[in-house]
């Protein structure tokens, strides 16, 4: 069983920057498109982005456009969640997920999942 793991989340003032990793240690990710989810409290967990196999084909929702980029370095073996300008509405658990080859933008679709890192954006 593949087991995600994600770090780099915590507490960060608004219009501030933070960058998130994801990693299945030891697995290489060149077959799996990565997928980040976010649920903030009381809401249901959404997708912010994601990253096909070869990162030819990246999606966003539009409430991060222009804020986040995601990228991944197959080498080491890690996929990135740029995240900038940041907002009190960004405040969620962040989860990465994991799917063989295509973007997907459904939770159903992906297949392995990380246990979630916080992001509080707060002054």
């Known amino acids: 069983q593949l087991q995600f793991v994600e770090s780099g989340g915590g507490l960060v003032q608004p219009g501030g920057s933070l960058r998130l990793s994801c990693a299945a240690p030891g697995i290489s990710l060149d077959d799996y498109a990565i997928g980040w989810f976010r649920q903030a409290p009381g809401k249901e967990r959404e997708a912010v982005l994601c990253?096909?196999?070869?990162?030819?084909?990246?999606r966003y929702a539009d409430s991060v456009k222009g804020r986040f980029t995601i990228s991944r370095d197959n080498a080491k073996k890690t996929v990135y969640l740029q995240m900038n300008s940041l907002k009190p509405e960004d405040t969620a658990v962040y989860y990465c997920?994991?799917?063989?080859?295509?973007?997907?933008?459904?939770?159903?679709?992906?297949?392995?999942w990380g246990k979630g890192t916080q992001v509080t954006v707060s002054s």
């Open positions: 997920a994991a799917r063989l080859a295509l973007c997907a933008w459904s939770q159903s679709d992906y297949n392995y």
């Open positions: 990253i096909s196999r070869g990162g030819g084909t990246v």
